[in-house]
C-alpha cells in the first residue's frame, strides 16, 4: 500500500465541547457493564482504546482504495464479527498524524459475542475477548502500527466522541540547538535555525481560554471555530527539542497544526509575541478567513494525539454528550 501523500488529510483533528473532566479511563470494570437498560438489547457498546503510528496511515477517516486507521480496525471487526461494524472515534487525525490514546466506540450485535467468550472452563469477559481477537486479527492483517490497548463493554449513552471533555496533543520539533535523534524523525519535525523558546511560551498563554479559532483553522460547512484552549505549553527538554503539549474541549480542522505553526513564525522572529492573540480578535470582530493571514501549518508527523478525557460514569457521558452537540454560539465569547 502506497504512503499517504503529504497534506492528505482525513477529518478534523477533534470534536465536543467542553465541560468538567476526570480521567481519560472509563473507570472500574464494572462501571462498563450494560446496564438495565441494556438488557436484551439486540447490540452491545464497546469503548475501545487504541494508539498508531500514523506514518503509513492516509488519516483515520475510511476512503475507498485506501489505507486508512478506521478502514484497518473496521476490517478487523468484520472478521470477527462476521459483518461490518462501523465505529465513532474520539478525533479524527491527518494522514500523518501519530495517537498514542485514542478512543473509539462501536456496537456489536449481542448474539455474536459468544465467540468472543470462549468455550468450557476457559471462558472470559466479551471486552477481553474482543481485545485477544483483534490483536491477532490485526498481527493477521499485517498492521503492526495499529495497536489495541483494551477494551471494555459500556452503556450506550458513551459517545467517543460526544461524551469527551477533552483531547491533550503533543508536538515535537528539533531546531539547531537540538539533538537530532535518527530514532525520533519520525514522529519530531524539523526547524532550520533557533527557536525562542521564552517568546513561543509567552505568545502561547496570550491565546488561553475560550476563543473564536478562525485564524488558527480550516472551516467546515455547518461547523464552529469557537474552542476552549485549556492548556499550552512550550518547554525545550533536555535534548534541545521544543516539546509543545494542548489540551482544548475540541479541534477544528488544523487547528493544532496551525497554532503550533504560529508560535513558530513567533520563535523565528518573523511574528510579534502578541500576534496570534491579536488575530484572535480579530476574528472575534467579525473578520472573515478571507480577510486573515494563510495558515502556517506544520507537518503532520510531529503531531501525537496523546488522551482524551472523560466525565465519569454513565450520568457524566449523557449530559456531556447533549451538551457537545449543541453548537458553541459567538454571544458565548468574552467582551
Known amino acids: 500500500m502506497s504512503r499517504p501523500p503529504a497534506g492528505a488529510t482525513g477529518g478534523p483533528e477533534g470534536a465536543g465541547a467542553a465541560g468538567p473532566a476526570d480521567a481519560g479511563a472509563v473507570g472500574p470494570e464494572d462501571a462498563g457493564a450494560a446496564g438495565p437498560e441494556d438488557a436484551g438489547a439486540a447490540e452491545s457498546r464497546f469503548r475501545i482504546d487504541l494508539g498508531y503510528v500514523g506514518t503509513d496511515f492516509h488519516g483515520w477517516a475510511a476512503q475507498p482504495s485506501l489505507r486508512t486507521v478506521q478502514g484497518v480496525l473496521e476490517e478487523g471487526l468484520a472478521t470477527i464479527v462476521g459483518q461490518r461494524v462501523r465505529t465513532v472515534v474520539a478525533g479524527r487525525t491527518d494522514a500523518g498524524v501519530h495517537a498514542r490514546r485514542q478512543v473509539?466506540?462501536?456496537?456489536?450485535?449481542?448474539?455474536?459475542?459468544?465467540?468472543?467468550?470462549?468455550?468450557?472452563?476457559?471462558?472470559?469477559?466479551?471486552?477481553?475477548?474482543?481485545?485477544?481477537?483483534?490483536?491477532?486479527?490485526?498481527?493477521?492483517?499485517?498492521?503492526?502500527?495499529?495497536?489495541?490497548?483494551?477494551?471494555?463493554?459500556?452503556?450506550?449513552v458513551f459517545d467517543a466522541r460526544f461524551s469527551a471533555v477533552w483531547r491533550r496533543y503533543s508536538y515535537r520539533i528539533v531546531d539547531d540547538d537540538a539533538l537530532r535523534d535518527p530514532l525520533a524523525a519520525r514522529h519530531t519535525a524539523v526547524h532550520r535555525g533557533t527557536l525562542d523558546r521564552g517568546a513561543m511560551a509567552a505568545a502561547a498563554a496570550e491565546v488561553l481560554g475560550l476563543h473564536d479559532f478562525l485564524p488558527f483553522c480550516r472551516p467546515r460547512p455547518e461547523s464552529t471555530t469557537i474552542r476552549t484552549l485549556l492548556d499550552l505549553s512550550v518547554v525545550r527538554e533536555g535534548s534541545g527539542v521544543i516539546a509543545l503539549d494542548l489540551r482544548a474541549d475540541a479541534f477544528c480542522h488544523h487547528m493544532v497544526r496551525a497554532l503550533v505553526g504560529g508560535l513558530v513564525r513567533v520563535g523565528s522572529g518573523a511574528w510579534s509575541t502578541t500576534e496570534p492573540a491579536r488575530?484572535?480578535?480579530?476574528?472575534?470582530?467579525?473578520?472573515?478567513?478571507?480577510?486573515?493571514?494563510?495558515l502556517h501549518l506544520m507537518p503532520a508527523h510531529g503531531l501525537v494525539l496523546e488522551e482524551v478525557g472523560y466525565p465519569a460514569g454513565p450520568d457524566g457521558w449523557a449530559r456531556q454528550a447533549e451538551s457537545a452537540r449543541n453548537r458553541r454560539r459567538a454571544d458565548e465569547l468574552p467582551r
Not at 126 to 152: N, T, W
Not at 279 to 294: Q, V
Request: net charge positive.
Open 104 to 156: 473509539v466506540h462501536c456496537d456489536i450485535p449481542t448474539d455474536a459475542l459468544g465467540p468472543l467468550t470462549g468455550r468450557g472452563t476457559r471462558t472470559r469477559a466479551p471486552a477481553d475477548g474482543l481485545v485477544s481477537r483483534l490483536r491477532g486479527v490485526l498481527r493477521h492483517l499485517g498492521a503492526p502500527d495499529l495497536v489495541i490497548h483494551r477494551a471494555q463493554r459500556v452503556p450506550a
Open 279 to 294: 488575530l484572535l480578535a480579530r476574528a472575534e470582530a467579525g473578520a472573515a478567513r478571507a480577510d486573515l493571514p494563510p
